[in-house]
């Protein structure tokens, strides 16, 4: 199994201020991974696939990059709508596992 | 408007079963394959089991082989989660969620339903 190790497990930031949260595989994922954000009481949502493809409606704020084991997520500029839990995932092989999440909290 | 809307979870002792299932409209639910995820309370997301948009494949995390089975009945567009000999580690809302946002790696989680709560206690 693919173990994903997320750092730092809560980054406490301002608003405005730059994110950069941390995805390390044990082993090559190749570019087969994703990151995801959860509010609280809420299911997760889809921010960038194959490692660094922005989804849909998602705003340009948010970047990913990286391939084989180290993955980066970057929130350019802190919303108050982006204080949250990140999540990043592979789908390399069986089984998908997900890392254990960044909160991101206001400072 | 793609939804996911999960029924049948509850409190249920060790040892004992549930089945959930997940209702699912907006889309050809034909098409997808479809997965379930879990999030025990306080926790991160874990990966539960899977099964082929024609049900012919189906994929388990270790944790759960030989006590959890994945179905779906794509007359219906409903999807299962036949869930046996619990433990409390179980505990978790139980998401259904739709494997549709594809690119040159694979297809990613889009949409989630809302979860529903397993509690394994006595």
């Known amino acids: 199994e693919i173990v994903l190790t997320q750092s730092p497990a809560t980054l406490s930031l301002s608003p405005g201020e730059g994110a950069t949260l941390s995805c390390r595989a044990s082993?090559?994922?190749?570019?087969?991974l994703a990151w995801y954000q959860q509010k609280p009481g809420q299911a997760p949502r889809l921010l960038i696939y194959?490692?660094?493809n922005r989804a849909t409606g998602i705003p340009a704020r948010f970047s990913g990059s990286g391939s084989g084991t180290d993955f980066t997520l970057t929130i350019s500029s802190l919303e108050p709508e982006d204080f949250a839990v990140y999540y990043c995932?592979?789908?390399?092989?069986?089984?998908?596992?997900f890392g254990q999440g960044t909160k991101v909290d206001i400072k | 408007e793609v939804q996911l809307v999960e029924s049948g979870g509850g409190l249920v002792q060790p040892g004992g079963s549930l089945r959930l299932s997940c209702s699912a409209s907006g889309f050809t639910f034909t098409n997808y394959a479809m997965h379930w995820v879990r999030q025990a309370p306080g926790k991160g997301l874990e990966f539960v089991s899977a099964?082929?948009?024609?049900?012919?494949?189906?994929y388990y995390v270790d944790s759960v082989k030989g006590r959890f089975t994945i179905s779906r009945d794509n007359s219906k567009n409903t999807l299962y989660l036949q869930m046996s000999s619990l433990r409390p580690e179980d505990t978790a809302v139980h998401y259904c969620?739709?494997?549709?946002?594809?690119?040159?790696?694979?297809?990613?989680?889009?949409?989630w339903g809302q979860g529903t709560l397993v509690t394994v206690s006595s």
């Open positions: 969620v739709r494997l549709g946002y594809c690119g040159s790696a694979g297809c990613y989680f889009d949409y």
């Open positions: 995932q592979h789908r390399r092989n069986w089984p998908w596992t």
């Open positions: 082993q090559s994922v190749s570019s087969s």
């Open positions: 099964i082929s948009s024609n049900g012919g494949s189906t």
């Open positions: 194959d490692a660094s």
